[in-house]
């Protein structure tokens, strides 16, 4: 009786875990979907989030973070500006509303990673020292994923404008502490220098 018992929670325990595969597989279908669609909005923007997420992942695994971790990150990355979909393209006084837009999409998402990457999202406009929006957070108050995604979203669009490595790195040099949150900060500047080697 016991050993049926631990068999039968055994198959359980697999078909829940083989679910939240196949649902983790599906809401990436989702996300990419997503992605593509906001690229076809706004000219430059799938490529824009592909980049961030490679530099969210990157960081996050220079920081230590396990592997669910640097796949959440790069999962934010891809959805940090997906809120923009739900912005009519002439309704800039509304702007700053994508952050919370961003959060209700992904909320969306009922999988296991959907709340940390949907905290990214919201609060990926939040600067280190409390200066940022929605919420005015500051610091550690701001989710680590939002963190990143700071960091590697201005680095990016900075690229894209043009800017070089240098200045970009001493942008975010000037920055640190007040904008980004310092560690992330150096570990963009590794990740820049390398790329210039």
């Known amino acids: 009786n016991w050993v049926e018992k631990k068999n039968i929670k055994h198959r359980l325990e697999n078909r829940i875990y083989e679910e939240n595969i196949r649902l983790e597989n599906i809401s990436m279908k989702v996300m990419n979907t997503m992605v593509h669609a906001l690229g076809a909005k706004i000219y430059g923007e799938e490529e824009h989030l592909k980049q961030v997420a490679e530099y969210a992942r990157e960081i996050a695994l220079r920081k230590g973070l396990d592997h669910k971790m640097c796949m959440n990150a790069y999962n934010a990355g891809l959805l940090h500006e997906i809120g923009m979909a739900a912005i009519p393209d002439e309704e800039y006084d509304i702007f700053k509303t994508y952050v919370d837009k961003g959060y209700e999409i992904v909320g969306m998402l009922r999988t296991s990673s959907a709340e940390s990457i949907a905290e990214a999202v919201h609060y990926h406009r939040e600067n280190y020292d409390g200066s940022g929006y929605p919420s005015g ?51 963009m500047e590794n990740i820049l220098n390398e790329s210039n080697q």
């Open 137 to 187: 957070l500051k610091k550690s108050e701001i989710p680590l994923l939002a963190r990143i995604i700071m960091v590697a979203d201005y680095t990016d669009r900075h690229l894209r404008r043009g800017e070089s490595s240098q200045i970009v790195i001493y942008k975010l040099r000037t920055l640190s502490g007040y904008k980004f949150d310092p560690a992330d900060a150096r570990i």
